[in-house]
């Protein structure tokens, strides 16, 4: 008989039957899965785990995509998310989403086929060395062997992987890496799985709040976090009557404490803080970043993992919780003040750029739509948009801060909450992730918006050193459009039509809206062309009126 389809119970589809089926008692309920051959015993079993109504199988084309669709279910659920991978160049194209993992904390696993470790270093086909092929990111790396046939073992492995995953034990979720070692035959019937038992792990206590004296003037800063952690943030700062700075993807951008334009009042209002208090993980701006590199102000991070942000390497006091005690009202009225000059200037001069797109989505969706932001400026844009009563649940790969997979990331993100999701990304962040915008024939569509913000280039650097003019520094402006904008010359519209997509181009707020307001059926992109030519000069006047504000409200008190 042929060895590929041994009809006797075989150990490559039995080890793929028992991780499948742990994974499942313990909770996982998204498997991302890319077709390959030594993989086919994981797919298989996924495959009969969907059947049995036991979990959910999402099948894609690429590796890269599949493991920041992944990222984004996993990110959405709060879950372990597994994507399964064939050997060779596949699992290393996971090496991306599992890096963004680790540093922003969402329970990935990495379940990646290979070959029998007595073939490695033989050049055999498609064989290379994957046992630590990430390097230092998991949290966890383990190995499985179809010819140990010991589904005790499997088990065990898999449960110390799901619980480290979700960081059960710790508070600190991550990427974990399960290399399997699969033997021919890869095509049998499993026969009958080993049950297991049934297996817990009581979450850690974080410990609890640690009160803050509300003497010194207190600031809250808020990073990259998820929406009940954000909104707890929100509800904190209001009651303690503390400004909060908060970033979009820190989802406490809510709330009567929140300055919207906190950003470009820092520089000058930096001075009259005594105290930070750091929630979440901030990434977004150097007038953060500054603040949180000063030596002479009290700089408290809350991290109930115990690993907490330091860039400036001025953290001196780091709690699991914190309760924060009634600041001065005037402290906070300063703030709002200030922050109502800044935003009277920039009504005053409506533009239609990239942070009046970024207003206009923020300010069309509510709680209950879920809003993806690309790298770059989209996110820093959104920074700027004005607080809302009812914000969107904001998503954003903020751990390593890259372009990578947004698209594929907010795919996962809709798949996760089973609803319409908007993304808006720029030009540049669409094309590195176009292939994720394909989604195969016989996988159910997913309800994604993509707002293209089509300024033709990397307009972020415009605002850097970079984009500084020639005035400043000399003969490098000529090498800006090459080195850093990088114009593609792709048409957005007919690259998206390429993949069948429906797609809108507006040119204004009225036609946004319109588009928004559209049902969404399976994927569709929104164009917005924007010219960059004044970013720089933009961002000079938005940090002008800063300036401004802080001179018309702090100084004059």
């Given at each position: ?14 080890a ?7 994974l ?7 498997i991302?899965?890319c ?10 079993a996924?495959?009969?785990?969907e059947?049995?109504?036991r ?12 493991g920041?669709?992944?990222l ?26 599992m ?23 033989t ?13 230092p990111?998991?949290?966890?790396s ?17 449960r ?16 974990v890496?399960v ?13 009958p ?11 850690v ?7 803050l ?28 009557q ?8 820190s ?6 404490a ?12 930096s ?5 930070v ?11 953060v ?13 809350v ?5 907490w ?5 001025a953290v001196n006091?780091?709690?699991p919780?914190?309760q ?14 200030a ?8 009504d ?5 750029s ?7 989505v ?5 709680d209950q739509?879920?809003l ?27 751990g390593l ?6 698209i594929?990331?907010?795919?996962g ?5 089973g609803?319409?999701v ?16 394909a ?10 918006t993509v ?8 307009s ?5 050193e970079y ?7 000399g ?14 010359g792709?048409?957005?519209p007919?690259?998206?039509a ?16 319109r588009?928004?307001?559209?049902t969404?059926?399976g994927?569709?992109v929104?164009h917005?062309?924007l010219?960059?030519?004044d ?6 006047e ?6 401004s504000?802080?001179?018309?409200v702090?100084?004059?008190?």
């Amino acid at each position: 008989m042929n060895d590929l389809f041994d009809a006797e119970p075989a150990g490559s589809p039995l080890a793929a039957g028992v991780i499948m089926d742990e994974l499942a008692a313990l909770g996982v309920t998204d498997i991302v899965c890319c077709p390959g051959s030594r993989s086919a015993p994981l797919a298989y079993a996924a495959a009969a785990l969907e059947a049995d109504g036991r979990a959910r199988l999402h099948m894609r084309l690429d590796e890269r995509g599949a493991g920041f669709t992944a990222l984004g279910i996993a990110k959405a659920t709060g879950r372990a998310v597994v994507v399964i991978t064939t050997s060779g160049t596949a699992a290393a194209n996971l090496a991306p989403a599992m890096a963004e993992a680790r540093h922003a904390r969402v329970p990935l696993i990495a379940l990646t086929a290979d070959r029998p470790s007595t073939l490695v270093g033989t050049r055999a086909n498609q064989t290379a060395d994957q046992v630590g092929l990430f390097g230092p990111v998991p949290l966890l790396s383990a190995r499985v062997s179809a010819a140990d046939a010991a589904p005790g073992a499997w088990r065990a492995l898999v449960r110390r992987c799901v619980v480290t995953a979700e960081g059960r034990l710790t508070c600190r979720p991550g990427p974990v890496h399960v290399n399997a070692e699969l033997s021919p035959p890869l095509v049998g019937e499993p026969g009958p799985v080993p049950p297991g038992s049934v297996f817990r792990a009581e979450p850690v206590d974080p410990g609890r709040a640690v009160r803050l004296d509300p003497g010194p003037r207190t600031v809250i800063v808020a990073g990259d976090m998820g929406g009940e952690a954000g909104r707890m943030w929100a509800e904190e700062a209001a009651r303690a009557q503390v400004p909060l700075l908060a970033e979009p993807s820190s989802n406490a951008r809510r709330g009567p404490a929140a300055i919207a334009g906190y950003r470009y009042l820092l520089p000058a209002a930096s001075g009259q803080i005594e105290r930070v208090v750091v929630a979440g993980h901030p990434t977004l701006s150097r007038p953060v970043t500054a603040l949180l590199s000063r030596g002479d102000i009290q700089i408290v991070a809350v991290d109930p993992a115990g690993e907490w942000p330091d860039p400036g390497w001025a953290v001196n006091q780091v709690v699991p919780q914190a309760q924060l005690g009634l600041s001065d009202p005037d402290w906070l009225r300063t703030w709002q003040a200030a922050d109502r000059h800044l935003r009277a200037a920039i009504d005053a001069e409506p533009v239609w750029s990239g942070e009046a797109l970024a207003a206009a989505v923020w300010g069309s969706l509510g709680d209950q739509d879920a809003l993806v932001l690309a790298a770059s400026n989209p996110v820093r844009d959104a920074d700027l948009a004005p607080v809302t009563p009812r914000p969107p649940v904001v998503f954003a790969n903020r751990g390593l801060a890259g372009i990578d997979g947004t698209i594929a990331t907010a795919a996962g993100v809709a798949i996760g909450r089973g609803r319409g999701v908007v993304a808006l990304v720029g030009d540049l962040a669409f094309l590195h992730d176009v292939s994720s915008l394909a989604v195969p024939a016989l996988e159910a569509d997913v309800p994604l918006t993509v707002v293209v913000a089509d300024d033709r280039g990397g307009s972020l650097f415009a605002s850097l050193e970079y984009g500084a003019p020639r005035s400043q520094i000399g003969d490098l402006a000529d090498q800006f459009e090459r080195l850093f904008a990088l114009p593609m010359g792709a048409e957005v519209p007919r690259v998206a039509a390429g993949f069948g997509l429906t797609v809108t181009s507006v040119a204004d707020q009225a036609g946004l809206k319109r588009a928004l307001a559209q049902t969404q059926r399976g994927i569709r992109v929104v164009h917005v062309p924007l010219d960059r030519a004044d970013r720089a000069r933009r961002d000079r006047e938005l940090a002008a009126w800063g300036r401004s504000a802080v001179r018309e409200v702090f100084l004059r008190k």
